[in-house]
């Protein structure tokens, strides 16, 4: 059920980071990508444990298949 929250935050955090992209006023830039922030850090404590487990498990399957 903390699926729904994740997305949610998630969403406003991608509309966030949007709107701090287009906009021209410093201001609104930095409240928004502050927001953006405050908004990805609560959808990865909203999100299931295996999100989370899938998001720390990616880059050590990705260095293994690609050995610099």
Known sequence: MMLVPSLISLAVASLAFCLSVN????????????????CVILSLIFAPWMVKL????????SQKLNPA
Do not use: G, W
């Not at 906009?23 to 405050?38: D, G, I």
């Not at 899938?54 to 399957?61: C, K, N, Q, W």
């Open 23 to 38: 906009t021209s006023e410093e201001v609104v830039k930095v409240a928004a990508t502050v927001l953006a922030a405050f």
């Open 54 to 61: 899938a998001l720390l498990t990616i880059p050590f399957v």
